[in-house]
Structure formats: structure tokens, C-alpha cells
């Protein structure tokens, strides 16, 4: 079973009998908001390094991996939907600058008739870097696109965390005489 999977299978359950776990709390937490600012936040917090309990936070490892890594699959899934809608409307509006479609359809979105002339490839792309409706889903995949950019290095940091416990506990040993 995935890691993940088998966080959201314990999150999902009732344990009100048991202290809650603080990591499992912010992941069912932030399925409800997925957006850069929150997980930004929760990196800033998740990234320091408690010295003084280096135990705690090599078994700490995990648990964030399993959280930005599926911090970064609803991410890319919502890249994923977000290129489909936007290739889908450039679809509709290259018929719809072409003339090319029917009434209904029109209607169905409460647009009229392009009344312009049929423009040629060039003018095609003038005309979509122009258009609201087509920007405003190509700012949605742009977003989207800096949020799994950002995860991904989260997750690189997350790999070298290890390392970065190891150097501390040697160092330990270090001052300790070890």
C-alpha cells in the first residue's frame, strides 16, 4: 500500500481515543485548501530542524515526504485538468473565430456570431493571446505549473534532510568528544 494511501486510511478513521498525530492533522487539513501560500507556510514550519530532538526528527522524514508528495500529486493533477480545459477552450474559440460554429453552441455559452473575418494561422494566435476567457485559464495552468515547481524542490529539500540530521549528529559526536 502507498504511503499515502495508508495516511489517508488512518486520517479517515474515527481514533478520538488517541492523540492525534500533528502531520496526519495537516494533511486531511490541507485537502480542503490546496493553494502556494498555505504550502509555503507549512514548509517554513515543517523545514526547521529540531537539535535537540534529532530522533524525533529523523522519524519526522517520512511523515513529510508522504505529505509534499501528495501535496504534489494534487498539484499536478490539477496542472493536468486545468491544460485540458485550456486546450479544450482554444479549441472552441479557434471554431468560434472561424466561424465555424453552430448556433447551439453559441447559444449553449451565450456568445453571437464572429462577425470578423475569418483570420489567417498568425492572426488565429493575435487573437487568443487577446482573448479573457483563454488568459484566464492559461493564468490557472501557469499557477498551477509555479505550485508543483515549487513542491518539487520541497521534496529535494526533504531528501536531503537526512544528510542534513546526519551532519548534526556528527558534529554531536564532535563536540562531545566522539
Same mark, same amino acid.
Given at each position: 500500500?502507498?504511503?499515502?494511501?495508508?495516511?489517508?486510511? @488512518?486520517?479517515?478513521?474515527?481514533?478520538?481515543?488517541?492523540?492525534?498525530?500533528?502531520?496526519?492533522?495537516? &494533511?486531511?487539513?490541507?485537502?480542503?485548501?490546496?493553494?502556494?501560500?498555505?504550502?509555503?507556510?507549512?514548509?517554513?514550519?515543517?523545514?526547521? &530542524?529540531?537539535?535537540?530532538?534529532?530522533?524525533?526528527?529523523?522519524?519526522?522524514?517520512?511523515?513529510?515526504?508522504?505529505?509534499?508528495?501528495?501535496?504534489?500529486?494534487?498539484?499536478?493533477?490539477?496542472? &493536468?485538468?486545468?491544460?485540458?480545459?485550456?486546450?479544450?477552450?482554444?479549441?472552441?474559440?479557434?471554431?468560434?473565430?472561424?466561424?465555424?460554429?453552430?448556433?447551439?453552441?453559441?447559444?449553449?455559452?451565450?456568445?453571437?456570431?464572429?462577425?470578423?473575418?475569418?483570420?489567417?494561422?498568425?492572426?488565429?494566435?493575435?487573437?487568443?493571446?487577446?482573448?479573457?476567457?483563454?488568459?484566464?485559464?492559461?493564468?490557472?495552468?501557469?499557477?498551477?505549473?509555479?505550485?508543483?515547481?515549487?513542491?518539487? @524542490?520541497?521534496?529535494?529539500? &526533504?531528501?536531503?534532510?537526512?544528510?542534513?540530521?546526519?551532519?548534526?549528529?556528527? @558534529?554531536?559526536?564532535?563536540?562531545?568528544?566522539?
Amino acid at each position: 500500500m502507498h504511503r499515502a494511501t495508508a495516511l489517508y486510511t @488512518y486520517a479517515d478513521r474515527n481514533f478520538s481515543d488517541l492523540t492525534p498525530d500533528p502531520i496526519l492533522s495537516q &494533511i486531511c487539513e490541507a485537502h480542503m485548501s490546496l493553494d502556494h501560500e498555505t504550502i509555503l507556510a507549512e514548509w517554513k514550519n515543517d523545514s526547521a &530542524i529540531d537539535e535537540t530532538r534529532i530522533a524525533y526528527e529523523i522519524t519526522r522524514t517520512p511523515h513529510l515526504h508522504a505529505k509534499y508528495l501528495d501535496y504534489y500529486m494534487q498539484a499536478k493533477g490539477k496542472v &493536468i485538468v486545468s491544460e485540458k480545459k485550456y486546450n479544450t477552450m482554444r479549441w472552441v474559440k479557434r471554431k468560434y473565430f472561424r466561424g465555424e460554429m453552430e448556433k447551439h453552441e453559441l447559444a449553449e455559452r451565450g456568445w453571437s456570431q464572429w462577425n470578423g473575418l475569418k483570420p489567417s494561422n498568425s492572426e488565429l494566435n493575435d487573437l487568443f493571446d487577446a482573448d479573457r476567457d483563454l488568459n484566464d485559464l492559461l493564468e490557472r495552468v501557469k499557477y498551477w505549473q509555479m505550485v508543483v515547481q515549487g513542491l518539487e @524542490y520541497i521534496m529535494k529539500q &526533504i531528501s536531503q534532510r537526512d544528510w542534513s540530521l546526519k551532519s548534526i549528529v556528527e @558534529y554531536t559526536k564532535y563536540l562531545n568528544g566522539g
